[in-house]
T-cell receptor, first 114, second 113 residues
Framework: NAGVTQTPKFQVLKTGQSMTLQCAQD?????MYWYRQDPGMGLRLIYY???????DKGEVPNGYNVSRLNKREFSLRLESAAPSQTSVYFC?????????????FGEGSRLTVL | AQSVSQHNHHVILSEAASLELGCNYS??????LFWYVQYPGQHLQLLLK????DPLVKGIKGFEAEFIKSKFSFNLRKPSVQWSDTAEYFC???????????WGAGTKLIIKP
């Protein structure tokens, strides 16, 4: 099983450029998430999708947009990248975390904005 | 606002030493508690979780954690660490029925062989 797959794994952007991070899961999970991980700050939720067709803002949504394309795929878009968006981005999926709790993570995408 | 505090950002131990990593949260209601681990070059994975019942929870690789409600704590323990336990450990809390986990800043654990 592939689990949660993210692409690309590494990306360098110039300020103002746009890009989309792709995420796909093959576990038939209802919920999907995008997090960013910064040193000393743990993981912060950017957006999540509780189920297909719904998306909601997390803790740090500014500068990002998401699309839940279908049950498998959840993409994160940076319309105009800024240096403050330099981070490692993780996609995750789960059943209902209130009942099962476990998130399954992708391997991360390291983004550098110059 | 809800928050999760991990007291130690970096911990260095020798093999066979005992480990305790602290985690405190700020929320007065019912919580679900988690420890996740990120080994070097790997993705985050669940180490153990507490939903209800016995407050002493056992996880993979010999780890355990104790939920102490009166102290709002969920500390991670292991009696004897190994070099392969070198990793970053994250405590997380789910308060209520929403879909958001609140994460601690993480503790980087280095085990000297």
């Amino acid at each position: 099983n592939a689990g949660v797959t993210q692409t690309p794994k590494f990306q360098v952007l110039k300020t103002g450029q746009s890009m989309t991070l792709q995420c796909a899961q093959d576990m038939n999970h209802n919920s999907m998430y995008w997090y960013r991980q910064d040193p000393g700050m743990g993981l912060r939720l950017i957006y999540y999708s509780a189920s297909e067709g719904t998306t909601d803002k997390g803790e740090v949504p500014n500068g990002y947009n998401v699309s839940r394309l279908n049950k498998r795929e959840f993409s994160l878009r940076l319309e105009s990248a800024a240096p403050s968006q330099t981070s490692v981005y993780f996609c995750a999926s789960s059943e209902n975390p209130a009942t099962t709790g476990e998130l399954f993570f992708g391997e991360g995408s390291r983004l550098t904005v110059l | 606002a809800q928050s999760v505090s991990q007291h130690n950002h970096h911990v260095i131990l020798s093999e066979a030493a005992s480990l305790e990593l602290g985690c405190n949260y700020s929320y007065g209601g019912t919580v679900n508690l988690f420890w996740y681990v990120q080994y070097p070059g790997q993705h985050l994975q669940l180490l153990l979780k507490y939903f209800s019942g016995d407050p002493l929870v056992k996880g993979i690789k010999g780890f355990e954690a104790e939920f102490i409600k009166s102290k709002f704590s969920f500390n991670l323990r292991k009696p004897s660490v190994q070099w392969s336990d070198t990793a970053e450990y994250f405590c997380a809390v789910n308060a209520g029925s929403n879909y958001q986990l609140i994460w601690g800043a993480g503790t980087k654990l280095i085990i000297k062989p």
